[in-house]
Structures are given as structure tokens and as C-alpha cells.
């Protein structure tokens, strides 16, 4: 079965999600709040200002939202473009206010930052520079055209040259740093969210692969009874029919058809019981089925186990889960795509432990991501050389990513690191390169101790659930 490709969403997909219905609603609130403001310091303070033309910005914007109300469905998504210009719509309006009322003199200036956050929370990194450097140009006008503020006996208010020249610094320092800061939170956010959504496809598809596992088995108990009989009448009708040649051709051909059909279900059946009705399994079965489809992939895969010192020596069962299974075989793909040669799978299990060490010869985790590993879409810039070799591998950071997550989901701690040859044998030249240990608390997945324990019958023989 083919596995779907994964990408990042785009910024500019993200701005399809925003509402034309919710840039609206947040529109009134701006109108409201201005329209306060305006009859306070008219009506409270006395101030003198440009009634006429203060309203009309803000009647600009009523009349905008009124038209884009009536006009588009209240279910209409802004496209990238549609979105920018609201922004920038809201933010030039509020320079213009501004103008009219003081510029940097008045103290609702700092509200220039609310459009730039905006823009750094939904719009594309290209829209947000855009708005930033706009935003940036209008403060530095206002700075320095304006009308002034005045009150009813015609004084003018206004602050110190110096207290303006420190609110420019403060409103530039503040979009570059709010917006940048914006759009980094933003930017992980939907990044852990891909991933998380890639992570929860993967995991339902290994779900749906055992739960199909489980039916083909069913089928092919449920199916071995009236094959058998098929087979046991069609045998005593080729006795019966010595005398009839045709008609006995026609009955062994019905018992081939069933041999046949035993035979499939037979084949079909041993890979569902192995998946569903044997929820445990030793240790090494599990991480060797998690391993078994990069086996032939012209890497040499050896396999190690052992217990640490003072521990019991039977080897451990643990649970068959899926998240175990799939996240240990993201784990030895990754090895097995970036080893020269071999790959080595090393168990050991304690009282307390179970733990599991994926070493490759190759050339190890970059050093200067090693402590991002396990992060989602991290990915280093490949050489030439590197896209000559393996151009058709496009890696982004989900596979160790995923593997981290169903791991983690499971009980277990991952390490990442780049170290040496595992044994220490002086016939071997090639050092390991990358380093994964994964180290569960042996309550967590032992299948016969702990929380997690499957019940036995009288037989002390797992019952199949």
C-alpha cells in the first residue's frame, strides 16, 4: 500500500482559512473604540479636532464593512491577496486618524501594532514585511507631520522632541520585534501541528493495516470448515464417479480449487494472527517485524540481545502495539537510508527497562541540528554529491518526528547521538554514525508483568483476545 505524501501547509493556503466574517466582527470592535475615543475627547476634554474628517475615516470603514456584509456569503475565506488588503485597509486608516490627532503625540499610536501582529499571525512572511515596512514608513511620517492636538482655550498638546524621537525608536524596535516574534510562535505552531496531523495519519493507517490483519485471520478460521468439507465430499464423489470420467474431472477440480483456497487463506490468515490475535510477542519478533520491510534494501541489518547484568535471561514480551511498530520502523528506515553499509539493532532489558539502541556506519546526525532532532520539518541543505547519490529523497523531518511522537506515545524516552563502533573490534573500520536509543519503563509494554499485563487462562497460555 502506498504511503500518501505529507508536505507542510503554506502560508498562503493558512490565509484561506480566515473568514471574511471574522476580519469584520474584529473591524467593528476598531470602529467602536475609535468612535469612543473621539466623543470622549471631544465631549469630555474639549478638544479641539477635525470633527469632519476624523468621522469620515471612520465612516470609511462602517461603509466597508456594511458593503462586504452585503455583498459576499458570511462563509466567504480571504484569499492571501483580499486578506493583505484588509490589513493594510485598517492600518492606513489609523494613520490617518493619527494624522488628525496628533501623530506619535498621541498616546493611541502604539495601536499601528495590532495590524502587524495580525499580518506576522496569518499572512505570509512576503505580506508581513510588507505590512512592517509599511507600518514602519507611517510612523516615521507621523513622527513629523501631523495636526496638533488642541485644546478649548487653542494650547497645544504636545510632548518633548525627545519623548517623540523615543516613541518612533519604541513603535520600529516594537514591529520588528512583535512581528518577527509573531510569525516565529505562528510559524512553530503550524509546523507541530503538520506534524502532529501527519503523525495521527500514519498511526491510523499501521491501525487499519492490523484491524485488516484481524478480519483476513477471522475470514480464514471462519472459511476452514466448509473448505474442509468441500474437500471431503468432492474426495468421496471421485470414488463414486470411477465410471464416469467427466464427472470425475469435474470433482477433482473442485478439490484442487479448495486446496487451493485452504492454501491462500492459509497464507492470508498467518499475517492477521501474527498482527490481532497475538497481542504480545518477544521482544526481538516485534522490532524484527518492525524492520522487515527495509531488510532488502542492499543494507545489512544485524540484530543483538541481551540482558543486563543481574536480570532475568528470558527474553521479554511486550505488547504488539502499533505505535511501537511503526514508530520503530520510521526509526530503522532512517538508519537504513543514511547507512554506508550496516545497521545494528542491540536490545538489552532489566527488572525496570527494556531498551533498544538503532546504530548506522553512516556519517552520523548533523551537530548543528542534534539537539532539534525530533522536531518536525527540520531539515539540513543537501550537497550536490549527496543529491547525486539519493536524488529521490526528499526528507523533511516527519520521519523522526513521528517516530519520536508514537514512541514517546508509548512510554518510551528517546536519545539522539553520533558515536563509534559499537563493539569495538579492531576489524572493523567503519565507525557507527547515528545513535538512537529508545528506553521504555518495562511496566508500560511488558505483556506479561505490570499494568499492561495480558490475562493467561488455567493453561498459564495467553488468551487470544
Given amino acids: 500500500m502506498a504511503q500518501p505524501q505529507i508536505g507542510p501547509i503554506t502560508g498562503k493556503q493558512r490565509s484561506n482559512w480566515i473568514r471574511l466574517r471574522t476580519m469584520i466582527l474584529l473591524r467593528w470592535v476598531a470602529i467602536v473604540g475609535q468612535l469612543i475615543a473621539l466623543i470622549v475627547a471631544q465631549q469630555i476634554y474639549s478638544l479641539q479636532l477635525e470633527v469632519g474628517l476624523c468621522y469620515l475615516a471612520v465612516g470609511v470603514s462602517v461603509v466597508g464593512n456594511l458593503v462586504a456584509i452585503f ?31 496628533g501623530g506619535l503625540h498621541n498616546p493611541f499610536a502604539l495601536l499601528v501594532l495590532g495590524p502587524v501582529t495580525i499580518s506576522a499571525a496569518v499572512l505570509t512572511t512576503r505580506s508581513t514585511l510588507f505590512l512592517g515596512g509599511t507600518a514602519i514608513v507611517l510612523v516615521t511620517l507621523l513622527s513629523e507631520y501631523h495636526l496638533p492636538l488642541k485644546t478649548q482655550q487653542g494650547f497645544i498638546l504636545r510632548i518633548p522632541d525627545l519623548f517623540v524621537f523615543g516613541n518612533w525608536i519604541a513603535l520600529v ?83 484442487e480449487q479448495a486446496d487451493r483456497c485452504r492454501d491462500i487463506l492459509q497464507d492470508m490468515g498467518r499475517a492477521g494472527k501474527d498482527d490481532l490475535h497475538l497481542r504480545q510477542a518477544p521482544l526481538m519478533t516485534v522490532v524484527q517485524e518492525a524492520a522487515e520491510p527495509h531488510l532488502q534494501r542492499g543494507k545489512t541489518v544485524k540484530f543483538t540481545h541481551d540482558p543486563a547484568a543481574g536480570s532475568e535471561v528470558d527474553q521479554p514480551a511486550i505488547l504488539r502495539q502499533p505505535e511501537i511498530i511503526h514508530g520503530l520502523r520510521n526509526l530503522v528506515q532512517n538508519a537504513v537510508d543514511f547507512a554506508r553499509s550496516s545497521v545494528w539493532v542491540e536490545a538489552t532489558w532489566t527488572d525496570d527497562t527494556i531498551s533498544l539502541r538503532i546504530m548506522d556506519d553512516g556519517r552520523g546526525f548533523p551537530p548543528q541540528l ?6 518536525p520539518f527540520v531539515r539540513r541543505r543537501k550537497t550536490s554529491a549527496e543529491r547525486q547519490q ?76
Fill in 370 to 375: 542534534l539537539g532539534r532532532i525530533g522536531d
Fill in 173 to 255: 524596535i516594537a514591529i520588528c520585534f512583535i512581528g518577527a516574534y509573531s510569525r516565529r510562535v505562528t510559524s512553530e505552531i503550524h509546523s507541530m501541528s503538520d506534524a502532529l496531523s501527519a503523525t495521527q495519519l500514519a498511526l491510523s493507517r499501521e491501525q487499519k493495516l492490523t484491524d485488516l490483519g484481524g478480519v483476513v485471520a477471522a475470514a480464514a478460521h471462519e472459511l476452514g470448515t466448509p473448505l474442509a468439507t468441500i474437500k471431503l465430499a468432492s474426495a468421496e464423489l471421485i470414488e463414486e464417479l470411477s465410471d464416469h470420467p467427466d464427472l470425475r474431472d469435474d470433482a477433482v477440480l473442485i478439490r
Fill in 71 to 101: 455583498i459576499f456569503p458570511e462563509n466567504k475565506r480571504l484569499t492571501e491577496f483580499e486578506n493583505l488588503l484588509m490589513v493594510l485597509f485598517d492600518l492606513l486608516q489609523l494613520a490617518f486618524l493619527l494624522f488628525l490627532t
Fill in 390 to 465: 539519493r536524488p529521490e529523497y526528499e526528507g523533511m523531518g516527519l520521519g523522526l518526528f513521528i517516530a519520536k511522537t508514537l514512541l514517546e506515545r508509548s512510554g518510551a524516552e528517546l536519545t539522539f547521538s553520533n558515536g563509534g563502533d559499537p563493539y569495538g573490534a579492531e576489524s572493523v573500520t567503519v565507525h557507527v554514525g547515528a545513535i538512537v536509543e529508545v528506553v521504555w519503563p518495562r511496566k508500560k509494554i511488558d505483556a506479561r508483568s505490570g499494568d499492561n499485563a495480558i490475562p493467561r487462562d488455567r493453561k498459564n497460555e495467553l488468551i487470544r483476545l
